[in-house]
């Protein structure tokens, strides 16, 4: 498809499981941004993959969570043992690089809604 | 660090009325800053950006001016329609050493109604 894809769209967990997002990114956007939404709250930032640079994790709540991408392709953003404050739509974003400083907008997915019981 | 501040929701108005939401950032470089909307049960996309200063930002009839002086980036549109109804998020994208670091306000809800 045309934009950036993410699966599952909903996924119910119970607490203390593990659980693995997936992230299509468009083709040939290098970088990638992974990006938690809680209820009724902003944006708070996670990881950022940017071709085969070190990804800056610095936006990683808990040791429980990782991300893996490969080369430029799909990324999978793993929680595990979940918490119930881990409810949240996770959402992934892509883009070129810039060759200027800053210049490239992001393209998002749906997001997947994660429910912990 | 850098950071960016919006003015907080919800924020009601009737249609054809003025629209302002407030942004303002603080910034040690030289940011690029957007407003991106997220429309009901659809994902964020950029609705404007503007890449330097004085630089004015605009789509669908929404407008945003770089200010460096005042380091705010405003969001206006001059007559809402019940179909802006959505969460308006004001972003700061910087470099920090190799990083494109992209950061979000905490998203101002607009409704709008006939």
């Known amino acids: 498809g045309a934009g950036v894809s993410q699966s599952p769209s909903n996924k119910v967990t119970e607490k203390g499981k593990d659980v693995e997002l997936r992230c299509d990114p468009i083709?040939?956007?290098?970088?990638l941004y992974w990006y938690r939404q809680r209820l009724g709250q902003g944006l708070e930032f996670l990881i950022y993959?940017?071709?085969?640079?070190?990804?800056?994790k610095s936006g990683l709540p808990s040791d429980r969570f990782s991300a893996e991408r490969t080369g430029e392709s799909v990324s999978t953003l793993t929680i595990q043992r979940t918490q119930q404050e881990d409810s949240a739509v996770y959402l992934c974003?892509?883009?070129?690089?810039?060759?200027?400083?800053?210049?490239?907008?992001?393209?998002f997915g749906n997001g997947t809604r994660l429910t912990v019981t | 660090g850098d950071s960016v501040t919006q003015m907080e929701g919800p924020v009601t108005l009737s249609e054809e009325a003025f629209l302002t939401i407030n942004c303002t950032y603080t910034a040690t470089g030289y940011p690029s800053l957007f407003w991106y909307v997220q429309y009901p049960g659809e994902g964020l996309q950029l609705l404007l950006k503007a890449t330097k200063a004085d630089d004015k930002g605009s789509n669908k009839g929404f407008e945003a001016t770089y200010r460096k002086e005042t380091t705010s980036f405003h969001l206006e549109k001059g007559s809402v329609q019940v179909s802006d109804s959505a969460v308006y998020f004001c972003a700061l994208r910087y470099r920090d050493g190799g990083y494109n670091k992209l950061i979000f306000g905490a998203g101002t809800r607009l409704a709008v109604h006939p």
């Open positions: 974003a892509s883009s070129f690089n810039p060759t200027g400083p800053n210049n490239s907008p992001l393209h």
């Open positions: 993959f940017q071709g085969n640079s070190a990804p800056d």
């Open positions: 083709s040939g956007h290098t970088a």
